[in-house]
């Protein structure tokens, strides 16, 4: 009986007219998260590279909202609690109307990498952009116009406007300049200033700035003629503001101090909340308070809460799975396994939810997946242990539910495909080929003729098949694998996934977005380039019917609906990294990869919102409602103690941890008298865990990750 330890709380309602992909596992995603604003109350959005996210509960939780396929997005503005902007590279503009939910693109007519907005108003608005380009609006972003600027080239990195006519621009060097007249004409205030990388602006007046730079904040009273140094770190640089009034305002440096004023601007504390490095130490970080107390902190790959009157703070991930992904299958329309590094999972609410099952003793990593039917699947991949056996081939027959070892070999194992219920075969490392003939009963050996690791495995038939590799390799075989011939390839790179729309057409991915195609059945294969140019490994790759076919690699799809005569590049969203896809009824396309990605888009008909509530699993563990969650856990990673900090509401709390596979290493109660728990961890080795608190009705799960042992 299939045992589900951990059921991930991720709801995904996709209306049919959307055509957008959507983040299951994590979210918010490990991606390059640049800018964020407050919108009303507990309200901020955020964005990363190529996706936009919500949260209604000041962080806790985040939700996906609906836009366009977008790529290279730099800056979040909300003019109100109803309309937002956000600008990226190539001229992109989109704008909201609904609190963030929905975004529109926005014709600006250029191609200019857009690097921040400020409106005015909802109607009035600006726009810097690459070259010394400022852009200006007067309908809401319906129609733009550049402005007149002085002979200047840099980028613009930042422009703000204290009021309809009062506004300044700034590069990241040093130009700064000014206009009193609503941007009809600039004026060159500094055209290098004495410090320089400047990464934020606050106006608190019309002549009252603010700058964040390489060298710290430094203040004009006069609009810009002079500066005067206010903070000045010795090791780290400031590089985003968030003001919540005319004097209240919080500094974010690149060793993700926070600093407050409480007089606009005129000194700074250190606010001691975050831990050095606590955030990546990289350019372009974001903040936004919406009160005194509470804000939102982004950077490359992490979005905090703080709540600086509790001296708390958090990175609520909702995930389950985090080890890499590498494949997956439909057994049905809704079911759906996926299998990587030491686990299977799945999903029987056609991707939307996911499950963890009971740990599979017998690999430690699994490559590829294949399902004959509804019920009988195999699955293959290698051993790291040594001593032992590297390639196994497990199976199921129950749909997924349960897996049983099947066969184990000295070669590590890398593809498996059926041909119908009785006729299988497995590539694997130093040219391996098996074969068997009754299901998987027995596998015998074959000859394929050569020593390179192949990666791929493919039958049209039970006499024709191709198997691919590294090194240009292609064998074929047309009497079932009893003999294999090297077929002669355009390339010598290495080639992971081979398939076939029919007997004749077929493509094998090559290392870098080149592919090779024949179509009369192998005999010859020529070299073409997919769309775009940039280097990328196509590592799997699924054709549902003679016409329409998909090829996934990192962070791209490629479709084809005229059986591969073109092929249509789509970029997923948020940077995921993708090795492997399955694809139902054109309807569902579900793509798995690096920590845990799983990535899904639906346009088939609305489907009903899944209730969290029927889960009935004794072992379930959810996570909490966002008012719920009162603590810190710091730091993390950590090396062997972890302290938790908050306001308890029991004199004594229960702490658990647990691994990825549901395990539970560590169970017991602590005093919470001092409002702060140390908790050792020394027993444990360095992994990624779950750490369970609860006190009293309240539950907070937080991913915790150890990096001794």
């Known amino acids: 009986m299939k045992k589900l330890l951990l059921i991930t709380a991720i709801l995904c309602y996709i209306l049919s007219a959307t055509a957008q992909w959507q983040w299951i596992n994590p979210m918010p995603p490990e991606t390059h998260?640049?800018?964020v604003a407050h919108v009303t109350e507990q309200t901020y959005v955020t964005m990363g590279e190529s996706l936009i996210l919500k949260t209604q509960d000041e962080g806790r939780t985040w939700t996906q909202t609906e836009h366009p396929p977008v790529t290279n997005l730099n800056k979040v503005l909300f003019v109100n609690a109803e309309t937002g902007f956000v600008v990226g590279d190539d001229g992109l503009l989109l704008k909201s109307s609904d609190g963030g939910d929905s975004w529109q693109e926005m014709n600006t007519g250029t191609k200019s990498s857009f690097w921040d907005v400020y409106f005015v108003n909802e109607q009035l608005g600006f726009i810097s952009a690459n070259a010394g380009q400022v852009f200006k609006t007067i309908d809401g972003g319906k129609n733009w116009t550049q402005q007149e600027m002085p002979d200047v080239w840099q980028h613009l990195r930042l422009i703000k406007f204290f009021d309809e006519n009062t506004g300044y621009v700034a590069s990241m060097h040093g130009l700064f300049a000014k206009t009193i007249n609503g941007g009809e004409v600039w004026k060159v205030v500094e055209e290098e200033l004495s410090f320089y990388y400047i990464y934020d602006m606050h106006l608190v007046d019309a002549q009252t700035i603010l700058l964040a730079s390489y060298g710290g904040i430094f203040k004009s009273t006069d609009g810009g003629e002079t500066w005067q140094e206010k903070l000045a770190p010795s090791d780290e640089e400031i590089e985003a503001f968030s003001f919540i009034n005319e004097t209240t305002g919080y500094a974010l440096g690149q060793l993700s101090r926070i600093y407050k004023t409480t007089d606009g601007g005129e000194t700074w504390v250190n606010t001691n909340l975050l831990p050095d490095y606590f955030v990546s130490n990289v350019m372009e970080k974001g903040i936004a308070f919406g009160s005194e107390h509470t804000g939102i902190v982004v950077c490359w790959d992490n979005i905090t809460w703080l709540?600086?009157?509790?001296?708390?703070?958090?990175?609520?991930?909702?995930?389950?799975?985090?080890?890499?992904?590498?494949?997956?299958?439909?057994t049905n329309d809704t079911t759906i396994v996926a299998v990587g590094r030491g686990l299977i999972a799945q999903s029987n609410t056609n991707g939307r939810t996911w499950s963890i099952q009971a740990p599979v003793q017998f690999g430690d990593y699994y490559y590829k997946i294949h399902f004959i039917n509804e019920n009988i699947g195999f699955s293959v991949g290698e051993n790291f242990a040594p001593n032992i056996k590297k390639g196994v081939i497990i199976k199921t027959i129950d749909g997924g539910n349960n897996w049983e070892l099947n066969f184990a070999i000295?070669?590590?194992?890398?593809?498996?495909?059926?041909?119908?219920?009785?006729?299988?075969?497995?590539?694997?490392?130093?040219?391996?080929?098996?074969?068997?003939?009754?299901?998987?009963?027995?596998?015998?050996?074959?000859?394929?003729?050569?020593?390179?690791?192949?990666?791929?495995?493919?039958?049209?038939?039970?006499?024709?098949?191709?198997?691919?590799?590294?090194?240009?390799?292609?064998?074929?075989?047309?009497?079932?694998?009893?003999?294999?011939?090297?077929?002669?390839?355009?390339?010598?790179?290495?080639?992971?996934?081979?398939?076939?729309?029919?007997?004749?057409?077929?493509?094998a991915s090559v290392r870098g977005w080149g592919m090779a195609k024949t179509i009369n059945a192998g005999k010859n294969w020529t070299w073409f380039r997919l769309p775009g140019s940039r280097n990328r490994i196509m590592r799997d790759m699924v054709f549902t019917s003679e016409k329409?076919?998909?090829?996934?690699?990192?962070?791209?799809?490629?479709?084809?609906?005229?059986?591969?005569?073109?092929?249509?590049?789509?970029?997923?969203?948020?940077?995921?990294?993708?090795?492997?896809?399955?694809?139902?009824?054109?309807?569902?396309?579900?793509?798995?990869?690096?920590?845990?990605?799983?990535?899904?888009?639906?346009?088939?008909?609305?489907?009903?919102?899944?209730?969290?509530?029927?889960?009935?699993?004794?072992?379930?563990?959810?996570?909490?409602?966002?008012?719920?969650?009162?603590?810190?856990?710091?730091?993390?990673?950590?090396?062997?103690?972890?302290?938790?900090?908050?306001?308890?509401?029991?004199?004594?709390?229960?702490?658990?941890?647990?691994?990825?596979?549901?395990?539970?290493?560590?169970?017991?109660?602590?005093?919470?008298?001092?409002?702060?728990?140390?908790?050792?961890?020394?027993?444990?080795?360095?992994?990624?865990?779950?750490?369970?608190?609860?006190?009293?009705?309240?539950?907070?799960?937080?991913?915790?990750?150890?990096?001794h042992r």
């Open 410 to 507: 000295e070669q590590e194992l890398r593809d498996v495909h059926f041909v119908n219920l009785d006729t299988g075969y497995v590539v694997g490392s130093g040219g391996t080929i098996y074969k068997t003939t009754n299901g998987g009963n027995e596998w015998v050996a074959q000859d394929s003729g050569v020593e390179v690791s192949l990666n791929s495995v493919f039958f049209t038939d039970t006499k024709t098949g191709y198997a691919c590799g590294m090194g240009g390799t292609i064998i074929q075989t047309t009497n079932g694998g009893d003999t294999w011939t090297i077929a002669s390839t355009p390339t010598t790179d290495a080639m992971f996934a081979i398939s076939f729309f029919n007997d004749s057409i077929g493509f």
């Open 33 to 35: 998260y640049k800018s």
């Open 548 to 707: 329409d076919g998909y090829i996934a690699g990192w962070d791209y799809l490629f479709t084809t609906n005229d059986g591969g005569e073109t092929w249509e590049l789509e970029q997923l969203s948020g940077g995921a990294s993708i090795s492997g896809i399955a694809v139902r009824n054109k309807n569902t396309i579900i793509g798995v990869g690096h920590k845990g990605t799983i990535l899904r888009k639906y346009t088939g008909p609305e489907e009903t919102p899944i209730d969290e509530e029927e889960d009935n699993s004794p072992t379930n563990i959810k996570f909490p409602d966002s008012e719920t969650i009162t603590f810190s856990v710091y730091p993390n990673p950590f090396s062997h103690v972890i302290n938790i900090k908050g306001t308890f509401k029991e004199n004594s709390c229960l702490i658990e941890i647990y691994d990825l596979n549901g395990r539970r290493l560590l169970d017991r109660n602590y005093s919470t008298a001092s409002g702060n728990l140390t908790i050792d961890t020394s027993g444990l080795n360095a992994g990624v865990y779950l750490l369970r608190i609860t006190d009293g009705a309240t539950i907070s799960t937080h991913k915790i990750v150890k990096t």
């Open 307 to 330: 709540d600086m009157q509790a001296n708390a703070y958090d990175t609520p991930v909702q995930t389950i799975i985090t080890q890499d992904l590498r494949d997956a299958a439909f």
